[in-house]
């Protein structure tokens, strides 16, 4: 085909992605860009209109141009945000001026009502599982890029279509602690069912939200850093100090803490800075590349 490597992959991924999904179903393909004001406006508008259509046989795609540039260049994309009907690995409307949701609705009744889409009735079962992984994808990624609030909402429209999707209500968790919203996500989970709150990924949340409890503000941060500094030896000031610095996304000054409240006296308080480290690593995820560095300083002080 005369492409190069990373153009192959791009192909691949963009047939995996965007052209086997839309073999039975209509996607919306967005081409967007982080620094893009106006695709960050129409994004939230396309992920409730996408979540509301998902039985009908609808699913959202992003391309980010900057990061799939040869793609872009394939539909000859010139400003964004762009956004195309796509339905067997062809475009059938350009949905870029419809901005509104109500312009979107009525775009896609319309080619809904023409194309042999298939919708959620014909054992869309399987189909409808992987339109929520794919917005609970979504919710964790624009939940890592920073944006809590929007996560907060793709996580709450998952939520509606499948209340029991454990992984939603986890991610719901964690985007309201993340968006300073605590007393709205200590109200979720103490009103999960017992089958939801034994969860391993809303028990992680919950260790999110348990640390987010400690919260204090900047005056009172600078306070009880100053007197864990004054005093290491108090393991006390250095306990609060630490809980208030991860509250506060300090988590490189709680992970220095306690460690070194673990390489002083291991044993204090029942191993207490060890059990908030690891509740620390619960809360971030075992995965996370922070906590995989920060977990071997704490081996090397237990085992070096």
């Known amino acids: 085909m005369g492409l190069n490597i990373d153009e192959q992959k791009a192909v691949d991924r963009f047939r995996k992605d965007v052209v086997e999904p839309s073999m039975t179903k ?6 967007w860009a982080e620094w893009c004001g106006p695709c960050k406006a129409l994004a939230p508008v396309l992920e409730k209109v996408a979540a509301e259509y998902a039985d009908k046989g609808v699913i959202l795609a992003k391309i980010n141009v900057d990061e799939e540039q040869f793609i872009a260049s394939q539909f000859q994309v010139r400003s ?15 949905l870029t001026n419809a901005r509104s949701e109500s312009q979107l609705k009525q775009t896609l009744d319309q080619l809904l009502s023409q194309l042999p889409v298939q919708g959620g009735d014909g054992g869309a079962a399987q189909q409808q599982g992987q339109d929520i992984e794919q917005f609970v994808a979504m919710g964790e990624q624009i939940l890592a890029d920073g944006d809590a609030e929007r996560a907060a909402g793709i996580f709450g429209q998952v939520i509606d279509m499948a209340p029991d ?7 719901l968790i964690r985007a309201l602690v993340a968006a300073k919203r605590v007393e709205e996500a200590q109200a979720l989970v103490a009103g999960l069912p017992p ?25 009172e941060l600078q ?33 220095d803490t306690l460690l ?43 085992f070096g």
């Open 223 to 255: 306070t009880l850093r100053a007197a864990a500094a004054e005093d290491p030896a108090d393991m006390e000031k250095q306990l609060a100090f630490a809980e208030a610095a991860f509250a506060a996304n300090s988590r490189d000054e709680a992970a």
């Open 165 to 171: 999707n454990a992984a939603a209500h986890a991610g």
């Open 260 to 302: 070194a409240m673990v390489e002083r006296d291991r044993e204090w308080n029942d191993g207490a800075a060890r059990a908030k480290l690891l509740q620390i690593f619960e809360a971030v995820g075992l995965e996370d590349p922070w906590v995989v560095a920060t977990r071997r300083r704490l081996s090397k002080i237990l």
């Open 26 to 31: 209509l996607v919306v393909l967005d081409f």
């Open 80 to 94: 964004i945000p762009t956004v195309y009907a796509l339905f067997q690995g062809q475009p059938v409307a350009d």
């Open 195 to 219: 089958a939801l709150a034994d969860d391993p990924a809303v028990k992680t949340a919950k260790s999110a939200l348990e640390l987010a409890g400690t919260s204090v503000d900047e005056g």
